[in-house]
Nanobody, 124 residues
Framework: QVQLAESGGGLVQPGGSLRLSCAASTNVFSVYAMDWYRQAPGKQRELVAT???????NYADSVKGRFSISRDYAKNMVYLQMNSLKPEDTAVYYCHADGVTTVMGALPRGMDFWGKGTLVTVSS
């Protein structure tokens, strides 16, 4: 069973920063794509940032220039550095993984996994 665990959420004032982390379970050998999504109250889940092994990173227009996604391939972790936070960034942030290879072998593309989410609240 592949699990993803997010951490780093919390309450921050507008203009502040937070760094989210997501760790894949220890039975994961490698991951092709690791992404961050978010879901604000009453809204649909949306893609925030994405990164693939050896590929470019991509961001939602609403976070470009403020958020930065990065990975630690050795630890199978993905991070989201969030700067200049705005109240509209308030949401539950979810880690997502696709193209997972476990210690037992590669899982088919499309067999993706989600973390349980971490709440980010931007408010004064």
């Amino acid at each position: 069973q592949v699990q993803l665990a997010e951490s780093g959420g919390g309450l921050v004032q507008p203009g502040g920063s937070l760094r989210l982390s997501c760790a894949a379970s220890t039975n994961v050998f490698s991951v092709y794509a690791m992404d961050w999504y978010r879901q604000a109250p009453g809204k649909q889940r949306e893609l925030v940032a994405t990164t693939t092994s050896g590929g470019p990173t991509n961001y939602a227009d609403s976070v470009k220039g403020r958020f930065s996604i990065s990975r630690d391939y050795a630890k199978n972790m993905v991070y989201l550095q969030m700067n200049s936070l705005k109240p509209e960034d308030t949401a539950v942030y979810y880690c997502h993984a696709d193209g997972v290879t476990t210690v037992m072998g590669a899982l088919p593309r499309g067999m993706d996994f989600w973390g349980k989410g971490t709440l980010v609240t931007v408010s004064s």
